[in-house]
């Protein structure tokens, strides 16, 4: 039973396309966050929702837009691709903003290709 | 800002005891973790310290000095699976997390 799950694994689209990446957490969690991992293998933060509220909106072009229906759930919308958006894309949750002790919980990861 | 230093790459042979180093300058800190991340997988937490010291689960060892901004993880035993980018991540004082490049670390038979 996945803890943090995102679709989809693997997008390719093309330049200028708007496309949504999906994630689920089944822990409780009130906390979800969006990572992005170039390909130096830095992971940035993103963003990052508490109970359906933006907590952190790290220097993001605005064609990024987080939106979390609920506290279970946070997925990226993203318009206009461009092809330096190319990268893996993680969703990840925590028990509560700030807590540290049982770290992260990441989903596996979705890997944008944009041609 | 930050700014959070690890070597890039560390090679080592089955069995054998490997330290990979992280040094960090933060806005405030609230603790340090300790991530393995497979290629083509999410990363997974393995240790977090936030008081000086060292922390031990298993073969796998964490240690913490603040005033130094220094930290450490220890990998005992050395075994094929253990080949993978090991991040270090500073939970700053305004509770963003934010990770190293990483160091990936290959184990040879």
């Known amino acids: 039973d996945t803890a943090v799950s995102q679709t989809p694994k693997y997008l390719v689209t093309q330049m200028g396309n708007d496309k949504s990446i999906k994630c689920e957490q089944n822990?409780?969690?009130?906390?979800m966050y969006w990572y992005k991992q170039d390909s130096k293998k830095f992971l940035k933060i993103m963003f990052s929702?508490?109970?359906?509220?933006?907590?952190i909106n790290e220097t993001v072009p605005n064609r990024f837009s987080p939106k979390s229906p609920d506290k279970a759930h946070l997925n990226l919308h993203i318009n206009s691709l461009e092809l330096g958006d190319s990268a893996v894309y993680f969703c990840?949750?925590?028990?509560?903003?700030?807590?540290?002790?049982?770290?992260?919980?990441f989903g596996s990861g979705t890997r944008l290709t944009v041609v | 800002g930050q700014n959070i230093d690890q070597p890039t790459e560390m090679t080592a042979t089955e069995g054998a005891i490997v330290q990979i180093n992280c040094t960090y300058q933060?806005?405030?800190?609230?603790?340090l973790f300790w991530y393995q991340q497979h290629a083509g997988e999410a990363p997974t937490f393995l240790s977090y310290?936030?008081?000086?010291g060292l922390e031990e689960k298993g073969r796998f060892s964490s240690f913490l000095s603040r005033s130094k901004g220094y930290s450490y993880l220890l990998l005992k035993e050395l075994q094929m699976k253990d080949s993978a980018s090991y991040l270090c991540?500073?939970?700053?004082?305004?509770?963003?997390?934010?990770f190293g490049a990483g160091t990936t670390v290959t184990v040879r038979a």
């Open positions: 933060t806005s405030g800190f609230n603790g």
């Open positions: 929702y508490n109970n359906k509220e933006l907590i």
């Open positions: 822990l409780g969690h009130d906390t």
């Open positions: 310290n936030v008081l000086d």
């Open positions: 990840a949750s925590s028990q509560d903003f700030g807590d540290s002790a049982y770290g992260y919980t």
């Open positions: 991540a500073v939970l700053r004082g305004d509770y963003k997390l934010s």
